[in-house]
Nanobody, 124 residues
Framework: QVQLVESGGGLVQAGGSLRLSCAASGRTFSSYVMGWFRQAPGKDREFVATINRSGAITSHADSVKGRFTISRDNVKNTVYLQMNSLKLEDTAVYYC?????????????????WGQGTQVTVSS
């Protein structure tokens, strides 16, 4: 089992940047594929990005490609989401998730563990 705690959310103006962090504890962090998802009010949870166990392979949703970057540090047991050129439509609660099966999935149900989420609000 792994416990996940997100941080780094907040209020930012459109065009600005934020870096989210997700600290993991428990079972060996490098055993998990990690993902970021987000959920805006009244909408389904949406895939944002995923990264493989070593950090060598990443995948990003088309809506954030070129603006967001997922990365991980297996020594610090942390996964990051660097968000640049933020838009109003990026406003959501952002969640990190862990998948022990190593699938690099884009569907939320394929992830085994979730953090509590961190709010990101982009203002005009």
């Amino acid at each position: 089992q792994v416990q996940l705690v997100e941080s780094g959310g907040g209020l930012v103006q459109a065009g600005g940047s934020l870096r989210l962090s997700c600290a993991a504890s428990g079972r060996t962090f490098s055993s998990y594929v990690m993902g970021w998802f987000r959920q805006a009010p009244g909408k389904d949870r949406e895939f944002v990005a995923t990264i493989n166990r070593s950090g060598a392979i990443t995948s990003h949703a088309d809506s954030v490609k070129g603006r967001f970057t997922i990365s991980r540090d297996n020594v610090k047991n942390t996964v990051y989401l660097q968000m640049n050129s933020l838009k109003l439509e990026d406003t959501a609660v952002y969640y990190c998730a862990a998948d022990y099966q190593g699938r690099m999935a884009t569907m939320a149900y394929e992830y085994d563990y979730w953090g509590q989420g961190t709010q990101v609000t982009v203002s005009s």
